[in-house]
């Protein structure tokens, strides 16, 4: 306090140099996501002006000089690379990140070659517009310009993404993501038996591990164990290790699984698949928190957090006498159900840039994203492999390409020829209807291009293109 009565003269300079919020103009027409985008912006400590048309903007940037300028590819009035032209007439050096649909992502390298600073194909998740609008806004725009005007290359964009964003987990968008990432939230702090329910592929274990880095454990083992792969007769030198010479084939002292988690988690994947003398030892371990190698006459306290997994009703198998009952509550303190990728729509191209990325690490590839046509496949297909499918599809495909975009023809037969019933939605792809279901879907949702593009199962932009090209008036 003191501090401050006595410089309060230097106040308004240390705010301007050092607090001052960076001001942030917003271009995007579509109200709902503008508000959305804009609430989270200032959440994180910017200042935000939002336009809804070019015009708009024009008369903003005559006025106001921004740090930075956030704008959408495309406008009803304007379209991105126009809309960069100007803003680095008035002000060269003011950095310009572009929103794309992934359909548009050669016409944001195009961007980035004359001058963007970056761009962010929909749909993005919160981490990474920070992480590209706090590189935009770090102030190394001499080196920037200097790459821009040499011309930014579809490989250098790659490479550009491989590095600015760090490896972490997806956690999606959606409601039934919002749902899952709550319960994560809720429960991690905790010492509860957390049971992660689930069909193959969902992603279970990323889950556990998620649980077990947001907890007091994180620093130490998280150790995962795949039950549906260890034999009943060797399980329980698996799970408790043994000394030499205790068995056949004990040719060394071994540390079990559950020794080696001491002060971490250990998570039991397929737990349903434990023998019932299996379930027994299991569930007297965890009872007395003590553990015997087998052969060995001394005990050993363990201190862990169980989590566990399963891909099956563990309730009906308690009826049928094939799992335990004192187990499964010893299990089930708490419940999560993870959501298959079919109901996590709007999380969908979310994970396809998330398994992109990973690919083109992997494989030594510069893949920039997917074809129109291949967006609206991945949008119709039910995916019952779940992540684990779309994570080998996406991997396969990113190898067989050989351009920018991965393309129809490099997908898998089943996704390019699905049986009927995945077919469930309707196809967009039909030229001489699709003027009619436009027009159909616009009348249906007063004109809201948004909820409209979202019946019709299209980007906006798509939408707007297909307006263009059959010259409807909307």
């Given at each position: 306090m003191i501090f401050l009565n006595c410089y309060t003269y230097l106040l308004p300079i240390f705010v301007e140099t050092h607090l001052r919020m960076p001001n942030i103009l917003l271009i995007e027409d579509d109200v709902t996501f503008s508000a959305m985008l804009e609430r989270f912006l200032k959440k994180n400590g910017f200042s935000v002006e939002a336009s809804?048309?070019?015009?708009e903007a024009q008369k903003k940037l005559s006025n106001t000089k921004y740090d930075l300028v956030f704008t959408d590819l495309r406008l009803p009035d304007d379209d991105g690379i126009s809309i960069l032209t100007k803003v680095k007439e008035k002000h060269p050096e003011t950095p310009v990140i572009l929103m794309t649909g992934y359909a548009e992502v050669s016409t944001a390298v195009k961007a980035m070659k004359k001058g963007a600073f970056d761009y962010i194909s929909k749909p993005f998740n919160q981490d990474e517009v920070l992480i590209v609008i706090q590189n935009a806004l770090k102030?190394?725009?001499?080196?920037?310009?200097?790459?821009?005007?040499?011309?930014?290359?579809?490989q250098a964009k790659a490479e550009k993404k491989k590095e600015a964003f760090p490896k972490k987990a997806v956690t999606g968008i959606s409601s039934a993501s919002t749902k899952l990432n709550e319960y994560i939230k809720l429960v991690a702090p905790t010492d509860m038996s957390v049971l992660i329910m689930g069909d193959s592929g969902t992603g279970k274990e990323v889950v556990a591990k998620r649980i077990h880095d947001n907890s007091s454990r994180k620093d130490f083992s998280f150790i995962a164990v795949d039950c549906g792969a260890i034999p009943k007769e060797i399980a329980a030198s698996e799970f408790f290790g043994h000394v030499k010479g205790s068995f056949t084939g004990a040719v060394n002292n071994k540390i079990g699984h559950f020794e080696a988690a001491n002060g971490g988690t250990i998570f039991l994947d397929e737990v349903g698949?434990?023998?019932?003398?299996?379930?027994?030892?299991l569930l007297r371990a965890l009872q007395e928190r003590k553990i015997k190698p087998i052969g060995s006459n001394q005990e050993i306290e363990v201190d862990i957090r169980l989590i566990t997994a399963t891909n099956e009703d563990l309730l009906q198998a308690v009826e049928k006498g094939q799992f335990r009952e004192d187990l499964y509550h010893r299990l089930n303190e708490f419940t999560i159900k993870v959501p298959n990728l079919y109901e996590r729509k709007e999380d969908l191209l979310i994970f396809a840039d998330h398994f992109l990325n990973m690919a083109n690490e992997q494989l030594n590839k510069n893949v920039l994203g997917f074809s129109d046509e291949v967006i609206t496949i991945f949008q119709q297909y039910k995916w019952p492999g779940n992540l684990r499918e779309m994570?080998?599809?996406?991997?396969?495909?990113?190898?067989?390409?050989?351009?920018?975009?991965?393309?129809?023809?490099?997908?898998?037969?089943?996704?390019?020829?699905?049986?009927?019933e995945n077919q469930h939605i309707k196809s967009f792809s039909t030229k001489d209807n699709e003027r009619d279901l436009i027009i159909n879907a616009l009348n249906e949702v007063g004109n809201n291009k948004s909820k409209a593009a979202r019946l019709l199962n299209i980007t906006r932009k798509t939408l707007y293109n297909k307006i263009k090209e059959y010259e409807i008036e909307a």
């Open positions: 809804y048309s070019s015009e102030g190394d725009n001499q080196q920037k310009q200097k790459s821009t005007e040499a011309g930014a290359t579809p698949n434990l023998s019932y003398e299996n379930q027994i030892q994570s080998n599809v996406i991997k396969r495909s990113a190898l067989l390409t050989q351009g920018d975009l991965i393309e129809k023809s490099v997908l898998p037969m089943e996704l390019t020829n699905p049986p009927k």
